[in-house]
């Protein structure tokens, strides 16, 4: 009979809890005395061989011995696990990963995401936390690696993020490397404590040492980078950790101010001290305004509202304000109203105007018409008015409003000069609350729709008499009609839009219906009539519900392309695809697209670092300079390094992406005879003792001989060799 311990060649120390992809670590002490404590924290005792663990997701089962080692037993014998780590630190890179995660929470940071299986990688090789939106990124680096790869990564990861920190596990070999270029490693580790493991940090100095701290220790810098309580002795300029106030109450920023770039009106004093006075005052600012390059450029004679601002200030003391979009805000007056006219007979005028705009719309409606700009502004508008579309906006708004539920915008019975929508119907229906930079289809639709439901809603009511007028003597009191009994004119009317409605449905325009039944259940009184209106809505609701998971699924699509091939396409595609997506987006709730969302918050930082990026003419510009601080440094017959070249030439280069150092690379040697080695190769690493890391790529782009990477050293030094021998 075989011993006791080989009864299970699975027995394992870890496991995970839930279920069998969770990534929740426990870890079974092999005493028993701990065996209880164990029980008593997992009482649920639901424990599988878990995927993340490399296991094959089986029911895992506590074992408790008094004469040998506790450990986990695998419940079902079916299939033989391939699990191929087992003992007690077979599941740290869960325990590493989950403890950074919650470090990051505390320290403040959102979108906090632990990756297990990064691509490219197998669990526990690697374990990346996403934050910051995915543009920051702390590495932990568990399997071993060359150095050669580890600076390919590294320089791939340094181009797809803003922030990037690395670990290294007790297993990789790179602490050192990571020590001569930074002048400080991090490292990490876990030890057993009780029935858990308990993740430490490292610092790791040129001395060699080590100095071990708990990860809650730690602060993370307002740079992105991992401060441990040694670096924070060890640098005397490094701030200490903010206090729990401090964080809670950010300083205050003072903004120097432009001279005339503020003026202040109505000062209303509201308080006094020995020292100071306390005013309220109206505030104009003179200041510099970024926008997004795919918002409408704007108008200076309307008045607009920045949205999702920031304010800082440039180096000439101007405020700038950075924005993502901006709503045009109505004015109280026209911008081009004359300003000589006093402020109560430009007011009536304005009122009379918009009176005879209103009652003109409303006849057209009532007689199923439509009315050019050129004949409204001949029957409503006084000759001398001059009508901009900022005016034309003016006016408009004050007809359309108050929006409320089931009013048709009368400005859809205005046709512009190509028949289509006038000029100003996009910026009506956005002031009036529909979606910006709405498509020209959309627009197209919306104004069809709204001439249907403005010829209907007057339609309806044409059978009500006109209201009696100021002059009694013109017309007598007439009895009255049966056509002018409220019952029947609701009926009338409800039978209208319920006819509208049905057509609606059968065309399978649900938005019109959705807007169509406010109305009919206002106007719904019978029983009859109540279920038709709610089987409106039934179908409303259900249609909605399948447009719904039609745009999710859309949207899947798009992010799905984004990320499959979005490293491949050229940056205005990359833009489209984004916005296409960006759009589907915003229509669905946040909880139904909670990853979709992320990946496009993700690509569009991508998108914004690529559009950063240098272009052709500032390449050129960049390698003229840099060949002629090459040329005197093979004159000097001597080496440099980018942050020498960064200072000498004046230019920032060492803050550039590796493809455009590259770039800069081939436009300084590409005039450089084939028969003379390359002014590349005088660029070292940080050392000065390597060649840089983008020499052989260089040598690629430029159609030169390009070893292979063991012999790469030995070519680089015949270069320098050449360049001290004045070739």
Request: with cysteine; net charge negative; aromatic share 6%.
């Amino acid at each position: 009979m075989p011993p006791l311990e080989e009864e299970d060649t699975r027995k394992v120390q870890t496991a995970v809890s839930g279920h069998a992809h969770s990534d929740v670590p426990v870890f079974l002490p092999t005493d028993a005395d701990d065996y209880d404590e164990f029980i008593r924290l997992h009482p649920q005792r639901a424990f599988y061989c878990g995927t993340l663990l490399g296991g094959c997701g089986n029911r895992l089962s506590p074992k408790q011995y008094r004469d040998r080692k506790c450990h986990f037993a695998h419940v079902s014998a079916a299939e033989r696990c391939q699990r191929a780590e087992r003992d007690e630190a077979s599941a740290d890179h869960l325990y590493i990963g989950r403890a950074l995660a919650a470090w990051l929470k505390n320290q403040g940071q959102r979108g906090v995401q632990p990756v297990y299986k990064p691509k490219m990688h197998e669990v526990r090789e690697v374990v990346d936390v996403l934050y910051g939106g995915g543009s920051r990124l702390l590495r932990v680096q568990l399997a071993r690696r060359s150095k050669r790869e580890w600076e390919e990564a590294d320089a791939e990861l340094q181009a797809r993020r803003s922030g990037l920190d690395w670990f290294m596990g007790p297993d990789s070999l790179l602490a050192n490397w990571q020590v001569d270029r930074q002048g400080y490693a991090l490292r990490v580790q876990c030890r057993s404590v009780g029935a858990g493991r308990q993740v430490e940090v490292g610092t790791q100095f040129p001395d060699g040492s080590v100095e071990w701290t708990r990860l809650t220790e730690c602060t993370l810098a307002p740079d992105g980078r991992v401060l441990t309580p040694r670096l924070l002795r060890a640098k005397d300029d490094t701030p200490p950790p903010p206090s729990e106030a401090e964080q809670q109450a950010p300083p205050q920023v003072a903004l120097p101010i432009a001279p005339d770039s503020v003026t202040l009106h109505d000062a209303t004093l509201i308080g006094a001290t020995e020292a100071e006075h306390f005013y309220e005052v109206s505030v104009r600012v003179t200041a510099r305004l970024t926008l997004p390059s795919r918002t409408s450029f704007l108008d200076s004679r309307w008045t607009y509202q920045p949205i999702d601002a920031a304010l800082t200030a440039d180096d000439d003391g101007l405020w700038h304000i950075t924005a993502a979009s901006v709503r045009p805000v109505e004015v109280d007056h026209a911008p081009d109203t004359p300003t000589e006219l006093p402020s109560t007979e430009a007011r009536s005028h304005n009122e009379e105007t918009v009176a005879a705009l209103r009652e003109t719309l409303e006849d057209t409606a009532r007689n199923r018409g439509m009315v050019n700009m050129a004949t409204l502004r001949k029957r409503a508008l006084p000759p001398e008015d001059e009508l901009t579309i900022g005016r034309w906006l003016n006016l408009l708004l004050q007809i359309e409003r108050p929006r409320l539920s089931g009013k048709p915008v009368l400005s859809a019975l205005i046709k512009g000069p190509d028949g289509g929508p006038a000029p100003f119907f996009r910026d009506v229906l956005e002031h009036l609350g529909w979606e910006k930079n709405l498509s020209d289809t959309n627009v197209l639709a919306i104004w069809n729709r709204e001439i249907r439901r403005a010829h209907a809603a007057y339609r309806a009511t044409t059978s009500t008499p006109a209201p009696a007028p100021q002059e009694p003597e013109r017309r007598s009191p007439s009895p009255a009609k049966l056509s002018d009994s409220p019952a029947l004119r609701r009926r009338a009317a409800y039978d209208v839009l319920m006819d509208l409605a049905r057509e609606a449905q059968r065309a399978n325009d649900f938005t019109y219906v959705e807007q169509l039944t406010g109305d009919l259940e206002a106007l719904a009184v019978s029983t009859a009539e109540q279920q038709a209106v709610h089987e409106l809505t039934d179908w409303v609701t259900d249609q909605a519900a399948e447009e719904l998971y039609q745009d999710w699924e859309r949207l899947a699509a798009l992010t799905d392309r984004l990320n499959r091939e979005g490293d491949d396409l050229h940056l205005d595609q990359l833009r489209r695809l984004l916005h296409r997506a960006d759009k589907l987006a915003q229509s669905l709730a946040p909880e139904l697209a909670t990853d979709e969302r992320r990946d496009i918050a993700r690509w569009r930082e991508h998108v914004a670092r690529l559009a950063e990026r240098p272009t052709l003419s500032e390449i050129c510009r960049y390698a003229t300079a840099v060949r002629l601080a090459l040329r005197w440094a093979a004159r000097e017959r001597r080496t440099t390094t980018w942050s020498e070249l960064t200072q000498r030439v004046g230019a920032p280069l060492s803050g550039l992406h590796p493809d455009d150092k590259v770039s800069v690379l081939v436009e300084v040697d590409r005039e450089t005879p084939e028969d003379s080695p390359p002014l590349s190769a005088l660029i070292t690493a940080h050392d000065t003792r390597r060649p840089h890391p983008l020499y052989r790529q260089v040598l690629f782009n430029l159609d030169r001989l390009t070893p292979v990477p063991e012999a790469l050293y030995m070519h680089w030094r015949m270069a320098l060799r050449r360049h001290s021998e004045g070739l």
